[in-house]
């Protein structure tokens, strides 16, 4: 059974410093894994989507990383600001569910960027 | 585009209630589902749809039914509300390419609270 596990739990930074949010999986065989923003109260926000013969994707200040042999993700997020403070879910499709399009999450990882 | 909207955004329900959340997108995306949040369960799937008339089920769908008369809307009922039936629930789409499912879309959530 896919487990997908985020830790930290919680991280609190200085403003401006780069981080790393980890998200690791028991079954490498997975279809894609994608990366959301989640503020208090509110819906999830995609942020970047790895296909799985993907390396890594791109946006803006936000990297993400893939390696399905060791089953981890990474979401780096440089020179972060106060406005970066939500949770952070990963999430993560089987590759026997793609038809199915279901997402097994973590528990996410919320970040605190202070001023 | 408005993407995805669920109505409405709180609702309190009395044991034995019936009611039906709403759900549309207006991105023309094939696949539809529903999902439920719950502190220390993360987010579950409910049902979900590859397109209009095809529905199935998905990890909780117990207590729930779902139809897809059209590709916009994906109306999420409850049948007979129950406590344990409290949650927030998140609607997702998502277009469907050669390759299958793409990057998934959530909607603002539903906060459901059944006494």
């Not at chain 2, 603002?108 to 059944?114: E, Q």
Request: charge should be neutral; glycine fraction near 10%.
């Amino acid at each position: 059974k896919q487990e997908v596990t985020q830790i930290p739990a919680a991280l609190s930074v200085p403003e401006g410093e780069n981080l790393v949010l980890n998200c690791s999986f028991t079954d490498s065989a997975i279809y894609n894994l994608q990366w959301f923003r989640q503020d208090p109260g509110k819906g999830l926000t995609s942020l970047l989507l790895i296909q799985s013969s993907q390396r890594e994707q791109t946006s803006g200040r936000l990297n993400a990383s893939l390696d399905k042999s060791s089953g981890r993700s990474t979401l780096y997020i440089a020179a972060s600001q106060p406005g970066d403070s939500a949770t952070y879910l990963c999430a993560v499709i089987g590759a026997g569910s793609s038809n199915t399009g279901k997402l097994i999450f973590g528990q996410g990882t919320t970040l605190q960027v202070k001023p | 585009n408005a993407g995805v909207t669920q109505t409405p955004k709180f609702q309190v329900l009395k044991t034995g209630q019936s009611m039906t959340l709403q759900c549309a997108q207006d991105m023309n995306h094939e696949y539809m589902s529903w999902y439920r949040q719950d502190p220390g369960m993360g987010l579950r799937l409910i049902h979900y749809s590859v397109g209009a008339g095809i529905t199935d089920q998905g990890e909780v769908p117990n207590g729930y039914n779902v139809s897809r008369s059209t590709t916009e809307d994906f109306p999420l009922r409850l049948l007979s509300a129950a406590p344990s039936q409290t949650s927030v629930y998140f609607c997702a789409s998502s277009p469907v390419g050669q390759g299958g499912i793409h990057e998934q879309y959530f909607g603002p959530g539903t906060r459901l609270t059944v006494t």
